[in-house]
């Protein structure tokens, strides 16, 4: 089992940034691609984000140039900075790590984060 625990959340003007962090325990040791998804209010969770193991990024075309998200590996931490932030953009955010062979997704509770205009 993985244990995923998201910070970092909150309520932003627009054209603001925040951060997001998500911290992974237990069997670390199997996670290989790492991400964030998002999903706002009557709305499907959508893909934000992923890192792989090796460090190679994908992002949404939605967020692109605004978000970053980067891995801290010795850490078992992944973040999310994201700037330039919209009201569309607001959402709840959980945290993904992937295992593989076999493939399981393990999910974060989720951080709000609320963009005002």
């Known amino acids: 089992q993985v244990q995923l625990v998201e910070s970092g959340g909150g309520l932003v003007q627009a054209g603001g940034s925040l951060r997001l962090s998500c911290a992974a325990s237990g069997m670390v040791f199997s996670i290989n691609d790492m991400g964030w998804y998002r999903q706002a209010p009557g709305k499907q969770r959508e893909f934000v984000a992923t890192?792989?193991?090796?460090?190679?990024?994908n992002y949404a075309d939605s967020v692109k140039g605004r978000f970053t998200i980067t891995r801290d590996t010795a850490k078992n931490m992944v973040y999310l900075q994201m700037n330039s932030l919209k009201p569309e953009d607001t959402a709840v955010y959980y945290c993904?790590?992937?295992?593989?062979?076999?493939?399981?997704?393990?999910w974060g509770q989720g951080t709000q984060v609320t963009v005002s205009s």
């Open positions: 890192i792989t193991n090796g460090g190679s990024t």
């Open positions: 993904n790590a992937d295992r593989t062979r076999p493939f399981i997704r393990y």
